[in-house]
């Protein structure tokens, strides 16, 4: 399991919450994120494994639009940056399958600042159980 990843897609989601969202592998067009793209923690890996260190709009932006170039799969990129097994992936990018604790706070909120704090908690305890929860 890449942890050093999972931090970074933590610190990300942190410092801009409205691009989080797991309804979406990546998208553009989203009225919520202030420019206009946002992710799900799969979309998320994908999109720092392009981008080495510093993350900037353009490079947000240039990353979000070579994945979309490239979207027939989606779980696999995610799959393989990660370092996960496929029910590791299940359990981390299908918030249904979150522990209960995470889904169902989850699901009560449309606020993605909330919503945004419980991905983060889940990527916590997803790497507390080292992706066995």
Sequence with gaps: MNV??????????????RRFNMLWWVVTGDQESPCGTSACIGGYAVILSK?????????????????RKDSSNTWDPAKAVLGLDTDQATRLFDENRWPREFSVAYQATEDRRERAKLAIKRIDFFIKTKGND
């Design 4 to 17: 050093k990843l999972l931090r970074r897609i933590q610190k990300a989601i942190r410092k801009e919450p």
């Design 51 to 67: 981008i080495p260190k510093l993350l900037t709009t353009k490079k947000w932006l240039d990353a979000v639009e070579d994945i």
